[in-house]
């Protein structure tokens, strides 16, 4: 990019032309100079009669001229440099002298010629035609030297594009009236389609001269750092030059040089539009690669907030977990000594089974942090949701801190992507503790209703429109923001904690996860005063009552019929035990397989099968997936339900596990298995 433009928004002025674009501009030329020598010496010849001709070669040149100025104008609005005004303004006078040459050619109408009195003017408007490219271009090449070029004042550019509207109408108009009024005191240059005099006067080589300068100016001004225009700018005068050679070899209309030349002339007139529509495809490829790249990072950001959040939350976890093992082991321990206390017994086995299901909801929730998905909005209570995720915020914030919630009872349901409503949530909490004096630190969490009124900036990026909405607020007792860091709170990797205690991310999803569902966050704090982070979030169609959640009497159990039989295949020898005689328990008939391996061999055998019940990842190169394609090969009909303890997403990215394969995720109570294998049975 030229020094001189250096900061300013891209345009074809300041963008420098790629190699591919070079070696376009060059072998056009090469190839126009090549075609102008090859016909030089048939210039002269008569060529063949085209009715029409002038009229449709003059409109093209009109309209392409008229979209180049327009371009131009339109880059100068953006760029704003003095050299590319001029430049505009003179592409905008070579349009209107081409139209006004135009209504100068007898024929276009019934009653002759609408402009001038004969094809001296036609001549004439010819010459100032192709004076109008050298001209601007000899004015755009003087103004770029040094290294910063003119600009116009920001306020000023709508009275500057006006003014040079208007210069360039008036010099047509100027050089229209010399055309026609002035010819008396003009060199003679056409005698009916015999234009000799052009050549023989000076004032055709003398164009021609111009022409060259211009090309050579604009080669001195732009060698060293070339722009897309300069690079174009440059074709334009070369074609136009080539122009000028063939139109004064063939000396008269419809020859060959005649012809050719109005061919080169409209290529050069193209030039500069040629370029401007192939940036704007180079753009819009530029702009599909950005948006592809701003998706993957935006991905890769929350995916990393994600993470800070589960940092944050290792020393809780840990806690919690060894809390709820010890639950376990004890009960174990307790039993084995006195196994013959049933009553005793039998309230152990509850405590350690209800620390079990703890520790698998805890785990739920770790794993659908750490997901990698794309947002999956669903119509969700929040309040079930706070509730639910109420034991993983106590765990982050430990037990000196005082937690409560208050729940407003009617709260509206919002459409949300609950994990990501659960993180920003936590990454509030955990800022909060952060910010707590070390005695008597107090987090409140509410929820309320509330309509929100009209912004009064609606067309500010942070508006969001009027209507209902659902708040919920976190309010801590620490030691609040001043108006300087609140401004930045919500920026990625901006923190006012030590190195190495938090990366700046925590906030920036909250802000990202409403701003995504359609809402906002507010923020109240001052020194010493705590702080109130608020997140609003529309309020979305009421919850229908699901016969899943409903308070009926239980389904019962549903147990084998005779003789059916289940393939259960695990690689884990105490999961694989545990399985076997809860499947017993129910009244299957089991037969129990370590690998893919062991069940095939089974499944070519005579034993019945009428349900595989498989892990889906087990070493040996075959998972639970491709298990189950190969037993439908060898039996037909089999019904098949899969189980892990990865979740759903994780199944279907590293796994491939198709979406309507039934899952039962670890770990399960006997309930859940009779369950679904009553509905894959019932799928089967």
């Not at 350690?352 to 997901?371: K, P, Y």
Request: glycine share 10%.
């Amino acid at each position: 990019m030229d020094p001189a433009f250096r900061g300013q928004a891209a345009t074809i002025v300041t963008e420098p032309p790629p190699r591919a674009q070079r070696r376009v501009a060059g072998w056009l030329c090469l190839l126009a100079a090549l075609a102008t020598l090859c016909l030089l010496p048939l210039a002269a010849r008569g060529g063949p009669v085209l009715p029409g001709f002038m009229l449709i070669h003059q409109t093209a040149l009109v309209i392409t001229y008229g979209l180049s100025a327009w371009v131009l104008f339109a880059q100068f609005r953006r760029a704003r440099s003095v050299p590319l005004l001029l430049i505009a303004g003179g592409t905008l006078y070579t349009t209107a002298i081409v139209l006004l040459q135009l209504l100068s050619v007898p024929g276009i109408v019934p009653a002759g010629r609408l402009l001038g009195a004969g094809p001296e003017t036609t001549t004439w408007l010819w010459t100032f035609w192709h004076l109008g490219p050298p001209a601007c271009a000899l004015a755009y090449a003087l103004t770029l030297r040094g290294e910063q070029t003119r600009l116009v004042p920001s306020g000023a550019g709508r009275l500057a594009v006006a003014t040079a509207v208007l210069a360039a109408l008036v010099a047509a108009g100027l050089s229209a009236l010399l055309a026609t009024g002035g010819l008396p005191w003009l060199p003679h240059q056409v005698t009916g389609d015999d234009y000799t005099a052009l050549t023989t006067s000076g004032v055709g080589p003398a164009v021609q001269l111009l022409t060259v300068v211009a090309l050579l100016a604009v080669w001195w001004a732009t060698r060293r750092r070339p722009s897309v225009l300069d690079l174009w700018l440059g074709v334009s005068l070369v074609l136009l030059v080539l122009d000028n050679f063939l139109t004064m070899a063939g000396s008269a209309r419809a020859t060959v040089g005649w012809y050719v030349g109005r061919i080169e002339a409209l290529a050069s007139a193209f030039a500069i539009l040629w370029a401007y529509l192939h940036e704007v495809d180079a753009l819009r490829a530029r702009a599909e690669a950005s948006a592809e790249e701003a998706a993957r990072a935006g991905a890769a950001l929350r995916q990393a907030q994600k993470m800070e959040a589960i940092g944050r939350l290792t020393g809780g976890i840990a806690h919690d977990f060894n809390n709820l093992l010890m639950v376990v082991t004890s009960g174990f321990e307790m039993i084995r000594r006195r196994p013959e206390d049933q009553a005793r017994t039998i309230k152990l086995a509850d405590a350690g089974l209800e620390a079990a299901q703890r520790g698998a909801r805890l785990t739920r929730q770790l794993l659908t942090f750490a997901r990698r998905q794309n947002l999956r909005p669903e119509t969700v209570n929040l309040n079930a949701s706070l509730l639910d995720f109420e034991p993983l915020v106590r765990r982050a914030l430990g037990e000196a801190v005082e937690f409560h919630f208050t729940l407003h009872p009617a709260l509206h349901p919002a459409r949300i992507d609950p994990g990501e409503f659960e993180a920003a949530v936590l990454n509030l909490v955990v800022n909060a503790r952060d910010a707590l004096p070390p005695q008597n630190g107090r987090i409140l969490v509410t929820t309320r209703n509330e309509r929100r009124a009209a912004p009064a900036q609606p067309q500010a990026p942070e508006a969001v429109p009027a209507g209902d909405y659902v708040v919920i607020s976190v309010v801590d007792n620490g030691t609040g923001m001043d108006a300087a860091t609140r401004a930045q709170v919500f920026e990625p990797f901006f923190t006012t904690k030590e190195f190495g205690k938090g990366s700046g991310l925590g906030l920036s999803q909250v802000w990202g996860f409403a701003r995504s569902a359609g809402g906002t966050v507010e923020i109240a704090s001052a020194p010493g005063q705590g702080t109130t982070v608020e997140i609003w979030l529309p309020q979305a169609e009421r919850l229908q009552p699901s016969a899943e959640h409903g308070t009926g009497a239980a389904s019962p159990l549903r147990r084998a019929d005779a003789g059916e039989t289940v393939l259960a295949v695990e690689d884990e020898p105490a999961v694989l035990a545990a399985v076997t005689e809860n499947l017993a328990d129910l009244g299957y008939r089991v037969l129990a397989a370590r690998n893919a391996g062991e069940a095939l061999a089974i499944l070519r055998g005579p034993e019945r099968v009428d349900i595989l019940f498989s892990d889906v990842v087990m070493p040996g190169g075959m998972n639970g997936v491709q298990l189950a394609v190969e037993a439908g090969r060898l039996r037909g009909g089999l019904r098949v339900l899969l189980t892990s303890g990865y979740t759903d997403e994780a199944l279907a990215g590293q796994h491939s596990v198709p979406s309507d394969v039934p899952i039962l995720t670890k770990p399960y109570r006997r309930e859940e298995l009779a369950e679904r294998l009553q509905v894959a049975r019932r799928n089967g």
